[in-house]
């Protein structure tokens, strides 16, 4: 670029900088389109009352499901799609559901006692009458109205991070 004029000099940089963040979004896409193609896909479907006890699910889809009722007791969630989806009495103690992004999601009369539910989305999710004893969600999105909801019955620390559930909502005491 050298021996360029100054427009020329700046639109070059620009149009490199531009080629060098698509190629690593291309990259990160690729990568993460590599990891969803083994994973299992409950999208849409019927799991009422189905048995997941500890199940190694990490990245599964499981948008839109009818999940009522059914037990993912210890399971593992992690980076899972449950946008939608309806955990409605589901047992969740001590799953993790780490990274999953869970916009829109009923986890209505839910047991999360102990889950790991870090760095997770749950926007527009409810989840009135679920217990939450001992769950962590550290740095997870949340509506402001479901925070201060959860903050009026979190108690309890978890057992894996030792973090107290009313810290890891941000509860003001």
């Known amino acids: 670029m050298i021996g360029l004029p100054n427009a020329k000099r700046v639109f070059f940089s620009g149009l490199l900088a531009l080629l060098v963040g698509l190629s690593c979004t291309v990259s990160a896409f690729v990568g993460v389109a590599e990891a969803q193609q083994n994973t299992v896909d409950y999208t849409l479907t019927d799991l009422r009352g189905r048995g997941f006890e500890d199940a190694d699910l990490a990245g599964a889809a499981l948008a839109a499901a009818e999940v009522r009722d059914a037990n993912f007791k210890g399971a593992d969630l992690s980076g899972c799609i449950l946008t939608k989806a309806a955990f409605v009495r589901t047992d969740l103690r001590g799953a993790n559901l780490s990274e999953t992004f869970a916009d829109r999601v009923s986890f209505i009369g839910s047991d999360l006692r102990d889950a790991l539910i870090v760095d997770a989305l749950m926007t527009s999710s409810i989840f009135n009458e679920a ?39 941000g509860c003001r005491d």
């Open 131 to 169: 217990d939450i004893t001992g769950a962590d969600f550290s740095n997870t999105i949340l509506d402001r109205f479901q925070v201060a909801q959860l903050c009026k019955r979190a108690t309890g620390e978890n057992p894996v991070t030792g973090i107290p559930t009313r810290e890891s909502l």
